[in-house]
């Protein structure tokens, strides 16, 4: 097989072996492109992911559309994602072009070995004339037999040709082709991105409006409810400190009702606005350093007559001084709820105990009711806000279902720990941890930003 | 040096708008035996302060006009009036409205609701000090 043809065919079969290859090269080429344009894309969405975490630190309702930034870049993601996937399919197709065209390649070379096989070739080693034998005894004439196998290899050789120069044509274009999709993916991601950019900085700026507008809402509600509530009772301490004269005991009876039931409505306005606070996500705390002993004390103080008319044994083990770092008013406010609902919830004859120690730089507390428990289907939803318990609205007991979510609201926001243990007409336990240093402000940031 | 005292008793200014508080206010200082000067809003309390300077000014903090913040200011500001001690009346209670009314000057702060009572015992604990 050293015929000048059969050299041409292996010639133009490396030579197309060659275009392949350089057309498989532009392939990996373009897979690199599509790979790079991907890394910048999942960058982009790294970027998101950043941005969604400096949007916690704003609230709740920038978190939500940092969210939805992020479902819209990871669509943009899949986007970019199907767009290589069509890519990806374009360079097969060209894959099986290519060995379409060795096919070609190899066949021809097969017929030419075929046809080679009934030939002896003889080349005078003197004269370098070649002598062409046919092997059997055919009657196709050798002449025409040499004019064939030129024909055939001619063929071959233009279809090499041919095949190296459509290898050529697809490598160029399926460069070109992995170019433009490269441009156009960067291009539909860059334009995603500005879009998102500019959406949200008008988001934001609609949210900063909304969170003014929340602001003076709260604002102006709690002047609106506080003021006549201020009226109510200022008129009413007057009356019954006698300032308008005697007062009857009756008398006396009827408004210590009416000023009940303000303090009632100035304790239902109070909630209503520290809920109002948590949605705006400014639960803000007036840290000093109080004592949660005092503060229980204070408490037990408030609710004894309540606790006295219905017959409950109120016991507390006074256990020393309990220094805290908290919001003095707010850590009342999170006893006033345990105990409260501790007494409205136990019947008459039994008992409400408050325990208190500290340890491991921790105060806790605990608060024992006699009462009626809490159902075991209502224990998941007990801290949700408006909830009631069953046993709550069975017995017509009042609340609002604002108290308990409001205490673990506070206890949060002290970076404690409230829990809870009940049996059904037993009990219930509340447990409160509370650290006794409340956190610094730069620990609180790191925690955000975590 | 205030004009008060023709018989001897200090002179108070009660600033607010809602006049059942006001009044609520006057009453309950008028019989602890102070004189009451009374003001429906800002601009007024602030006149009122200037021309009669009291011994001391009650201000409620969401008045119209001017807000108990500015008029506390301008109280400050003025040389005849710089020292009169002011108690804010404040229907919020957030730590950043009490920082500041203190900043503003004010001497005292109480929250709404606030008992007649105590608003007279922290009237007459500043003006002991004196």
Known sequence: MTSPEGRRIALASTISSLLIASALGATIWSFEQAGQQRARAEAAVRDTQRAQRAATLLGRERETMAEYLLVRSRASLRELSSLQRAFDQALSKLSVDSSQEDQLVKESAVANARLLEQFRMTTNGRTGAVAVERLDASEVPVASAVAALGAVSEAAARKSDRAAGNARTRALVAAILAGLIALGAGLVFARYALRLVRRVTHQNEELQQLDQLKDGFVASVSHELRTPLTSIRGYLELVLDGEAGEVSVEQEQFLRIVERNADRLLRLVGDLLFVAQLDAGRLELELSQSDLAEIIEGSLQGIRPFAEANKIELVADPNGSLPISGDAGRLAQLVDNLLSNAVKFTPPGGRVRVATREQDGSVYFEVADSGIGIAPEDRDRLFERFFRASSATERAIQGTGLGLSIAKAIVDAHYGELSFESVEGKGTTFRVRLPSAAPTASLVAQEAAA | ?130
């Open chain 2, 1 to 130: 040096v205030s004009e008060l005292a023709k018989d001897g008793r200090p002179l108070v200014l009660v600033a607010d708008d809602d006049d059942d508080i006001r009044a609520l206010i006057v009453f309950r200082l008028e019989r602890a035996g102070y004189e009451v000067l009374p003001a429906a809003d800002g601009e007024t309390a602030l006149q009122l302060a200037t021309e009669r300077r009291p011994d001391l000014a009650v201000l409620d903090v969401m008045m119209p006009k001017l807000d108990g913040y500015e008029v506390t200011q301008r109280l400050r500001a003025q040389e005849e009036t710089s020292r009169m001690p002011v108690i804010l009346l404040t229907a919020r209670a957030q730590e950043a409205d009490v920082a500041r009314g203190l900043e503003a000057g004010a001497d005292d702060y109480i929250k709404k609701p606030f008992s007649p009572q105590e608003l007279g015992a922290r009237v007459q604990a500043i003006l002991g000090r004196r």
